[in-house]
């Protein structure tokens, strides 16, 4: 009864799964999208612009409460892949300097786990 179950469950899901797909090339060959690249051009440009209004409206309500940006010091992006790459080497020797530092408390924890694991007391500290 639970092999049948998990087989009729997933063989739902299954066809589930293949209906959408097939309902979705099905939608996409009666929109034409499949068609020549001109006419899926068409339709990509028609639909950029039928939705530009709505873009720009989330634009104006989202992105001038959250994404402030300061046009006068925006980088390039080379210089901005740049300084991330800097950032990211200096940022990843910091943390090779503190592996000493992580390795001692490391041993230093395994150790006190393992005498409190044998001896049945806490560490003294």
Do not use: H
Request: glycine letters at 4%; hydrophobic letters at 35%.
């Amino acid at each position: 009864m639970m092999i049948s179950r998990r087989f009729n469950g997933s063989m739902a899901w299954l066809l589930t799964k293949i209906a959408i797909v097939a309902g979705t090339v099905w939608a996409t060959r009666e929109l034409g999208v499949w068609d020549s690249p001109d006419r899926t051009t068409l339709i990509y440009e028609d639909a950029k612009c039928q939705m530009q209004p709505y873009v720009e409206k989330m634009k104006q309500k989202y992105c001038n409460v959250f994404c402030s940006v300061n046009k006068d010091s925006t980088k390039t992006w080379r210089e901005s892949w740049i300084d991330g790459w800097n950032d990211s080497v200096r940022t990843g020797f910091i943390e090779i300097s503190r592996m000493p530092q992580y390795c001692s408390r490391f041993t230093e924890d395994v150790q006190d786990t393992l005498n409190q694991l044998i001896n049945g007391k806490p560490p003294a500290k």
